[in-house]
């Protein structure tokens, strides 16, 4: 059974960071079981959305900016997950070394560590994921009405 936590923020984010986590799991990686997953909900001190750090091969932490709107604050909850996703699977490594030179990996492929954030295949799909996630959490939860999950 996958461990979730989370913490800071407020009771109301808590809750429904800790749903859209739960529901993030059961479309990106629906027979992992193992996950140990600390959410902390906080002001970050640059202008990030949120951070995701692999601790070990199934334990991760998240940070994540909880003065976005909750709306903002839940889609980066579901892009942070796609990483988790990344990770977990292996898809990619925060960096490897090819012919004496530092690069990331994805899916077997070298990246430069020069890569443009915007070029970098991991954020392609994590920023590709995020937004459906989090539309399909919120309506399968009955909050596709309320006026916080709208644009």
């Known amino acids: ?21 739960k529901y993030c799991i059961n479309k990106l990686m629906p027979k992992m079981e193992t996950l140990i997953i600390e959410v902390t909900l906080k002001k970050l001190k640059d202008d990030a959305d949120g951070y995701c750090l692999r601790v070990t091969p199934r334990n991760f932490k998240i940070e994540i900016n909880h003065t ?19 990770y977990a699977r292996n898809e990619t490594n925060d960096w490897a070394y090819y ?22 295949p991991w954020e392609i799909e994590a920023n590709g994921m995020e937004v459906g996630l989090f539309v ?9 009405k309320q006026a916080w999950t709208q644009i």
């Open 1 to 21: 059974m996958n461990n979730i936590k989370v913490v800071g923020g407020t009771i109301s984010q808590q809750e429904k960071a800790q749903s859209v986590v």
């Open 68 to 86: 976005q709107g909750l709306r903002r604050m839940l889609e980066t909850v579901a892009h942070e997950m796609v990483h988790v996703k990344q």
């Open 99 to 120: 012919n004496g030179k530092e690069f990331y990996k994805w899916k077997d492929k070298y990246v430069s560590e020069n890569t443009d954030y915007w070029d970098l």
């Open 136 to 144: 399909r959490w919120a309506k399968e939860r009955g909050f596709d």
